[in-house]
């Protein structure tokens, strides 16, 4: 079981349903031979302190062998202090592992608008939890995404239908490696 726990940018927000990365991610796990299923407790909104409280009833009812976290936009969009959101994914973080879950952290950052003080300190805050904790992170979700108008909806702040397949292409170098420890990939035929 692989649980993405997240919020609208992993759950699909304003694409089409079945076109969202973590719609394609499922198709790729199993396309690369893999039997993991994957669940999407996402929610459009949601914050770290929202996560937080959402999460152990996750964890088990879903028990994860990996969970990936994508969590904080929402804090900083609101500007709230990086160090509430750092201890919530900390607290979160440390749940998982309780739970025997492997933690992929996904990191986010803020549009240079909220200065560059709070937006370096929001990013570098994802790098120091994955540091610390010992645990695979994808820096930046929307790599190579976020700055190019045709891959986000007119809001720019989250991807449309044909940036979807480039977050994808974000976390899959990262996750593949988790995904192989924890199940090595189904024989194939020939």
Request: charged share 15%.
């Amino acid at each position: 079981m692989l649980l993405v726990f997240g919020d609208s940018l992993s759950a699909g927000y304003g694409v089409p349903i079945g076109e969202g990365w973590v719609d394609l991610l499922t198709h790729k796990i199993t396309a690369e031979g893999y039997d993991f299923e994957v669940v999407n407790a996402s929610v459009t909104g949601e914050t770290t302190a929202g996560g937080l409280a959402r999460l152990p009833r996750a964890l088990a009812l879903h028990h994860p062998r990996i969970l990936l976290l994508e969590l904080g936009a929402n804090d900083g969009l609101r500007g709230l202090p990086v160090s509430a959101a750092k201890a919530n994914l900390d607290h979160m973080i440390r749940l998982a592992q309780e739970a025997r879950a492997q933690v992929l952290l996904i990191g986010i950052r803020l549009p240079p608008n909220y200065g560059p003080r709070y937006t370096s300190e929001f990013f570098m805050m994802y790098g120091a939890l994955a540091q610390e904790h010992h645990l695979a992170l994808v820096p930046f979700l929307l790599d190579g995404v976020a700055l190019h108008s045709e891959l986000m909806q007119a809001d720019g702040l989250h991807p449309n239908a044909s940036g979807e397949p480039h977050v994808l292409a974000n976390v899959w170098p990262t996750l593949a490696p988790l995904l192989a420890k924890a199940q090595p990939r189904a024989a194939t035929a020939h």
